[in-house]
């Protein structure tokens, strides 16, 4: 796909929503960089605003009340792992299942509003949703109810709304997805080694949910790890538009397989692809849970979230009487995200010993994940393209205010806001959205 095809593809998702990786197809405006022009126009940052923001009263931890709202159950990926994460809490603060109360199954409509109005009215003090297309209706419900604490993983808005009770949070998800992109790319390694391919054919298949900044910025960072091993890696990205769906990302490994794929990866919720590539023979990389059940003999890893640090952080906030940070993002350093264990029987050799190297230079900060000098974009770097295309970067342009992300030779990923805003399609990734 040519970039010019690609700017309106991005323009789309940059306008039309940061989706997380969790079940949402709905548009949103556009992204969190306009919390950047709402900072410039009242000259506080997020934490200087939040400072001012008088402080709640405390709350005994035995009579705090939690309300959380999933998009889904305990049989998808994604919800699990926020399900965990609040078990987590429990655990960490010593609540009982009687002060959580928890919702599944709550669609992105009005059903979501209806879940937070009837949670608050149960009193709780504090209020949780997991997905993306939540986030409006949880904006709602914190104007309704200003003594309610409303946080919602994934989105943008928080910081726009000007309200004290309104939060978003997100894992740094992509410090992750570097290192299974490592993983990856020792693999592809062993593989020239091996004589199963040559370095030219060392080409991964992506199966993407959505053409959205939160699955580009994912796939980039996968993508840059696997190079800074492998560097004639090459990646070809097929978008399902759908966050779950088996069948369909099944298929779309197959085909990705067929186009002479060698490794397989998924910013998609379900096990179809590794299962796809099991079928295959093909070595892959999942996301969100352990997939070498689904692929003994074949999965590598899986990049995860933990969420259970910002629901302890968020609810002892509540208890403790201290403001919830607007945006809030951490990772790999406090345990957020994390990759699950490495596969023994399928890894390259070496591979513990690359992995433990790596998070720890992602944890001390001698390695940023988008360095700019490690990747170009129709041939120029990161920063010579952004002064070239200026237009493009304005406001209504196809990478709307990404610029403001760049600075001291790499884009800072959730840093400005906790969503993803990385939405390029770099030098040697190709991508192809699929008709419904």
Not at 221 to 241: D, H, I, K
Request: hydrophobic letters at 40%; one cysteine or more; a negative charge.
């Amino acid at each position: 796909m040519k970039k010019k095809l690609i700017g309106l593809v991005l323009s789309m998702a940059m306008v039309g929503g940061l989706l997380a990786g969790c079940g949402s197809s709905t548009s949103a405006s556009a992204p969190a960089e306009e919390a950047v022009e709402a900072e410039a126009e009242t000259g506080e940052t997020g934490a200087e605003a939040e400072a001012e923001a008088p402080a709640a009263e405390t709350t005994e931890a035995s009579a705090i009340k939690v309300g959380v709202i999933y998009v889904g159950d305990e049989n998808e990926g994604y919800t699990e792992s926020h399900m965990k994460g609040i078990q987590e809490m429990k655990e960490a603060l010593g609540l009982t299942d009687e002060q959580v109360i928890e919702k599944t199954n709550i669609p992105e409509d009005e059903s979501c509003f209806d879940a937070a109005a009837d949670l608050a009215e149960q009193g709780c003090q504090i209020v949780f949703a997991n997905s993306f297309g939540h986030e409006d209706y949880m904006i709602r419900a914190a104007e309704e109810y200003p003594d309610v604490q409303f946080c919602h993983a994934t989105g943008y808005q928080a910081a726009m709304t000007g309200l004290e009770n309104m939060h978003n949070y997100f894992t740094a998800i992509y410090e992750a997805r570097y290192v299974s992109g490592v993983v990856a790319g020792l693999k592809l390694n062993e593989m020239i080694d091996g004589g199963q391919i040559t370095a030219e054919q060392a080409k991964i298949g992506y199966v993407g949910a959505y053409p959205y900044a939160e699955v580009i910025s994912g796939f980039t960072s996968f993508f840059l790890g696997a190079r800074s091993v492998c560097p004639t890696a090459t990646m070809e990205v097929q978008y399902t538009n759908s966050w779950f769906d088996i069948a369909k990302e099944g298929e779309t490994a197959k085909k990705l397989i067929a186009d002479n794929c060698v490794l397989i990866s998924q910013h998609a919720d379900s096990t179809g692809a590794p299962a796809a590539c099991e079928e295959e023979g093909v070595p892959c990389v999942g996301y969100n849970i352990d997939m070498i059940p689904t692929a003994p003999n074949t999965a590598l890893t899986s990049p995860t979230n933990n969420w259970g640090p910002y629901y302890t952080y968020a609810v002892k906030s509540v208890i403790d009487g201290t403001p919830i940070d607007t945006d809030w993002s951490q990772g790999l350093a406090d345990g957020s995200c994390l990759i699950t264990d490495l596969n023994e029987a399928v890894i390259a050799e070496g591979t513990a010993e690359k992995v433990a190297e790596v998070e720890e230079a992602i944890k001390s900060g001698s390695l940023h994940v988008f360095d700019t000098t490690t990747f170009t974009v129709d041939g120029s770097s990161l920063e010579d393209y952004i002064a070239a295309h200026a237009d493009e970067f304005a406001e209504g342009g196809a990478y709307a205010f990404m610029d403001t992300h760049v600075s001291d030779g790499y884009f800072h990923e959730s840093e400005p806001t906790s969503a993803p805003a990385f939405a390029m399609i770099i030098d040697g990734i190709t991508s192809v959205t699929q008709e419904n």
